[in-house]
């Protein structure tokens, strides 16, 4: 067993981060989190440079990268934070569903802008009854004619506010609790749509919204694939998505745990650094081994991937355990930096902020162990 990248994935994993430090950085950062303004122009630069299509075939126009390399991508632009990274990914996962099961027409008017980082895209799953039972959703979809006919109340759909986007909405044209839903592509400017932006403390930037929608017509063609296929287009990309989120976990807190050890070698009490105090020391030891143990399980489980391999347990528990990692890791920073982490431009209590989003966001914690014990046989 060789646990060695190749030159090629290291040349990758570091032209990201490089990208990172040059285009992105901690000021830049620190600003749109307290602004909640979108990342534009990293978007931007990233469809210049033809980053946005790593998960679309070469025949759609993107680069069909393997899960490593999709994986390095993850972890360098979570470096600085959870929520950059989230504005990034959350339009890749619709855009494959595009690439897989779009029209020709869909392909060019949705696609080919977002390829450029001209548009974004949005995946509207939950509801307000409807979290961690994603099955449980009711919104309708109905075919009058020639036009679907949507109704219902969607809710924490990140992203579904900001111009040029366009949400992939999950409803439900059957009773049947999976081949009930299909998926539609609504354009957030759709008379119709009501979309209020939600005040909350992570995912500042990407901002999440709530929406209505009050018998919103939209044109037959708006239908992703076929009808009756919505949940196994979403499930399609779910070992992607967990991948990234858990890659992107591992990025956020190897410069939440660099940031700790910085500050504790400068600070000094007593007459010493922090860094020398035994019990500092340790707790960052500890860290260290544990951020090394979920780089691991990222990695092993893309390699997987890579091969073909069914991976569901492995990035459920890349997920899980990644997201306790950056967790514990930021919750050690907020002591070690005393007073001082309680400054946002220490950037720390935003790591611990977004740490706790992770255990919820893409399935929760509970629902990753349910998920590991159903792949173990148990029941
Ligand atoms: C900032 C933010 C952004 C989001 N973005 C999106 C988005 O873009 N699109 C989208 O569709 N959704 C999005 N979500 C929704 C997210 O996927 C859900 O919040 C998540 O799936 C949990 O659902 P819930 O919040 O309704 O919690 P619930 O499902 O009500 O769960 C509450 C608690 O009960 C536990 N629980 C529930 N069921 C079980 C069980 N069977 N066994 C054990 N414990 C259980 C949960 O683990 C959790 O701890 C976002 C959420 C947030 C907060």
Request: proline share 3%; hydrophobic share 40%; glycine share 8%.
């Amino acid at each position: 067993m060789d646990f060695r990248f190749t030159d090629e994935q290291l040349l990758w994993g570091e032209t990201v981060q490089n990208f990172m430090d040059r285009e992105v950085g901690r000021e830049y950062t620190r600003e749109h989190d307290a602004s909640r303004e979108f990342p534009i122009e990293v978007f931007k630069k990233m469809g210049a440079l033809g980053w946005l299509g790593l998960l679309i075939d070469e025949e759609n126009g993107g680069s069909a990268a393997d899960p490593v390399m999709f994986a390095l991508f993850c972890e360098a632009i979570g470096k600085f934070s959870l929520d950059t990274a989230a504005c990034i990914m959350t339009s890749m996962f619709t855009a494959t569903n595009i690439s897989r099961h779009g029209t020709a027409e869909q392909k060019e008017r949705y696609l080919k802008p977002f390829l450029t980082g001209d548009a974004k895209f949005s995946i509207s799953i939950s509801e307000p009854h409807s979290g961690s039972d994603a099955a449980a959703a009711r919104s309708t979809a109905v075919l009058e004619g020639d036009t679907w006919v949507l109704n219902g109340n969607k809710v924490w759909c990140s992203g579904a506010h900001l111009p040029k986007t366009t949400i992939a909405v999950m409803a439900r044209t059957s009773a049947d609790r999976y081949k009930g839903f299909s998926l539609f592509l609504v354009p957030n400017t759709t008379p119709g749509l009501h979309i209020k932006k939600m005040n909350t403390i992570v995912r500042k930037s990407l901002g999440t919204t709530e929406f209505f929608m009050d018998n919103l017509r939209i044109p037959s063609g708006a239908l992703l694939g076929e009808v009756g296929k919505g949940w196994d287009y979403i499930g399609e990309h779910l070992e992607f998505e967990r991948l990234s989120i858990a890659a992107s976990q591992v990025g956020n807190a190897r410069t939440a745990l660099d940031d700790t050890i910085r500050y504790t070698k400068d600070r000094k009490q007593f007459g010493v650094p922090l860094a020398s105090f035994q019990v500092l020391k340790h707790r960052m030891a500890d860290d260290e081994t544990e951020l090394a143990a979920a780089r691991l399980l990222v990695y092993s489980a893309a390699c997987k991937m890579a091969r073909g391999e069914r991976a569901i347990k492995e990035v459920s528990m890349a997920k899980l355990f990644c997201s306790q990692v950056l967790f514990k890791i930021a919750f050690n920073g907020m002591q070690a930096l005393g007073g001082y982490a309680q400054l946002p431009e220490y950037d720390m209590e935003r790591y611990f902020r977004e740490a706790k989003h992770g255990m919820v966001g893409g399935g929760t914690n509970e629902i990753q162990r349910s998920i590991i014990a159903k792949e173990m046989g148990i029941r």
